[in-house]
């Protein structure tokens, strides 16, 4: 079996064509025209592959390679192609591209699936459009129904529906949630997004869990004014009860008790945004993530119980609304024996460890056992123009998911 690295290397670099924004940058948000070109050319090379194409009401990409037996669930893998603004080329796209060149691979060796093997591009992992991460997953899963992804609005106030349907995906939302028994077993190749399989020197990661956040987005009203004429002591700033509660995610989740236990205050937006004007509004949103639920939802409680304290003591008002509380994933212990299987035959080093990024695998794992495989990338950086996976570690990533889609499979 030989992977062919030009090949896969040259269409990661075409994949990274298709951007909004100026190379070496990736910009590549769900269902813009950018968007629906790079969706086209994945679809061309799927089908070149021999492989049977089709596409659901949401718009995630399934390309099959049947199986020689009928009426067995079969053997996913894949990932997504959208990206953030200002990103880079290999999130979500290895494992896409990864996961079509190890089908290619084993088509070219003359291997014979008992179960049908298939790639899947998950539609909208980046949270950009509709403000919330993995809506292809979530729904595949049925962890969210029709209703929930009908409500969902972009910033233009555009619906789901009518954006779906302006890029040419119909059908009713409920036909997207995939029956009982579809995949057998899910398998995702992944950059780590993290510094720690370069550090040490591993080429391969096996991921035994996915972290999940909660996230929050807390509005605080406050009093504005002349910054000049309102003397301190008579103040309700809005911005220093954001500013507060910002360290209190910080404190609280370094004071877990775990390094596994993350808390970021991502999005702080003032009004007015005056240099000279008492900020009488705040918008904050927060991200805690954890692989241990009870223990990051502790952390959520003590966040929350700080906001009430500091916004009582300063005089402001709140709102807290809770976007979502996904539970954390364990990787299903047969396909994690088969990624260590093959990585051991291959004679790859590897090191099993949790996924702190969220990823479409995290609600693949309601359906079916599932894992993930990660290979290093330059410095841990992702989701900037600069992210980078070198060619021989694609390369070894893609040889662990051949052979452990051929196990599965087989």
Same mark, same amino acid.
């Given at each position: 079996?030989?992977?062919?690295? *030009?090949?896969l290397?040259?269409?990661?670099?075409?994949?990274?064509?298709? &951007?909004d924004?100026p190379?070496?940058?990736?910009?590549?948000?769900?269902? &813009?025209?950018?968007?629906i070109? =790079?969706?086209?050319?994945l679809?061309?090379?799927?089908?070149?592959?021999?492989?049977?194409?089709?596409?659901d009401?949401?718009?995630?990409?399934f390309?099959?390679w049947e199986?020689?037996?009928?009426?067995?669930?079969?053997?996913?893998?894949?990932?997504h192609?959208?990206a953030?603004?200002?990103?880079?080329?290999?999130?979500?796209?290895?494992?896409?591209?990864?996961?079509?060149?190890?089908?290619?691979s084993?088509?070219?060796? /003359?291997f014979?699936?008992?179960?049908?093997?298939?790639?899947?591009?998950?539609?909208?992992e980046?949270?950009?459009?509709?403000g919330?991460?993995c809506?292809?997953?979530?729904?595949?899963?049925?962890?969210?129904?029709?209703?929930?992804?009908?409500?969902?609005?972009?910033?233009?106030?555009?619906?789901?529906?009518?954006?779906?349907?302006?890029?040419?995906?119909s059908?009713?939302?409920?036909?997207?949630?995939?029956?009982?028994?579809?995949?057998?077993?899910?398998?995702e190749?992944?950059?780590? *997004?993290?510094?720690?399989?370069e550090?040490?020197?591993?080429?391969?990661?096996?991921v035994? =869990?996915?972290?999940?956040?909660?996230?929050?987005?807390?509005?605080?009203?406050? *009093?504005?004014?002349h910054?000049?004429?309102?003397?301190?002591p008579?103040?309700?700033?809005?911005?220093?009860?954001?500013?507060?509660?910002?360290?209190?995610?910080e404190?609280a989740?370094?004071?877990?008790?775990?390094?596994?236990?993350?808390?970021?205050? /991502?999005?702080f937006?003032v009004? #007015?945004?005056?240099?000279?004007?008492? #900020?009488?509004?705040?918008?904050?949103?927060?991200?805690?993530?954890?692989?241990?639920g009870e223990?990051?939802?502790?952390?959520?409680?003590q966040?929350?119980?700080?906001? *009430?304290?500091?916004?009582?003591?300063?005089?402001?008002?709140?709102?807290?609304d809770?976007?979502?509380?996904?539970p954390?994933?364990l990787?299903?212990?047969?396909?994690l024996?088969?990624?260590?299987?093959?990585?051991?035959?291959?004679?790859?080093a590897?090191?099993?460890?949790a996924?702190?990024?969220?990823?479409?695998?995290?609600?693949?794992?309601?359906?079916?056992? &599932?894992?993930?495989?990660?290979?290093?990338c330059?410095?841990g950086?992702?989701?900037?123009?600069?992210?980078?996976?070198?060619?021989?570690?694609?390369?070894?990533?893609?040889?662990?998911? =051949?052979?452990?889609?051929a196990?599965?499979? /087989?």
């Amino acid at each position: 079996m030989r992977v062919n690295r *030009q090949r896969l290397m040259t269409e990661i670099e075409k994949m990274a064509s298709f &951007t909004d924004a100026p190379p070496p940058a990736v910009t590549r948000v769900l269902y &813009t025209p950018t968007d629906i070109a =790079a969706r086209a050319y994945l679809k061309s090379l799927c089908m070149e592959a021999g492989l049977k194409v089709r596409e659901d009401a949401l718009g995630n990409l399934f390309a099959r390679w049947e199986g020689a037996e009928e009426g067995l669930g079969g053997v996913g893998t894949g990932s997504h192609i959208d990206a953030i603004p200002f990103a880079g080329a290999y999130d979500g796209v290895v494992g896409v591209l990864g996961g079509l060149e190890a089908i290619r691979s084993l088509k070219e060796s /003359g291997f014979t699936p008992r179960r049908p093997i298939e790639l899947l591009m998950f539609t909208s992992e980046e949270p950009t459009c509709f403000g919330v991460g993995c809506l292809g997953s979530r729904a595949l899963s049925g962890a969210w129904n029709a209703e929930q992804l009908a409500k969902l609005r972009d910033a233009e106030g555009k619906s789901l529906d009518e954006a779906r349907a302006e890029s040419g995906f119909s059908g009713p939302l409920e036909s997207v949630r995939l029956p009982e028994g579809y995949y057998s077993a899910f398998v995702e190749l992944h950059i780590e *997004q993290g510094p720690l399989l370069e550090r040490e020197d591993i080429p391969i990661g096996l991921v035994t =869990a996915i972290a999940a956040p909660a996230s929050l987005r807390v509005c605080l009203s406050g *009093q504005g004014g002349h910054a000049g004429a309102v003397l301190m002591p008579d103040r309700r700033d809005a911005l220093l009860a954001g500013a507060e509660i910002a360290l209190e995610v910080e404190r609280a989740a370094s004071s877990s008790g775990a390094l596994d236990t993350v808390g970021t205050t /991502g999005i702080f937006n003032v009004h #007015p945004g005056a240099i000279n004007s008492i #900020p009488s509004r705040v918008e904050l949103g927060i991200d805690i993530r954890d692989v241990d639920g009870e223990r990051r939802d502790r952390v959520v409680a003590q966040v929350i119980g700080a906001i *009430q304290a500091i916004c009582e003591r300063r005089g402001i008002g709140y709102e807290i609304d809770t976007l979502n509380a996904d539970p954390p994933a364990l990787s299903g212990e047969a396909v994690l024996a088969a990624l260590e299987a093959s990585a051991q035959e291959l004679g790859l080093a590897y090191k099993r460890m949790a996924s702190r990024a969220y990823h479409d695998s995290l609600f693949m794992a309601r359906i079916c056992p &599932t894992a993930m495989l990660f290979i290093p990338c330059k410095n841990g950086w992702s989701h900037r123009p600069d992210e980078y996976a070198a060619p021989e570690h694609i390369e070894q990533g893609v040889r662990v998911l =051949a052979r452990t889609l051929a196990r599965l499979a /087989g």
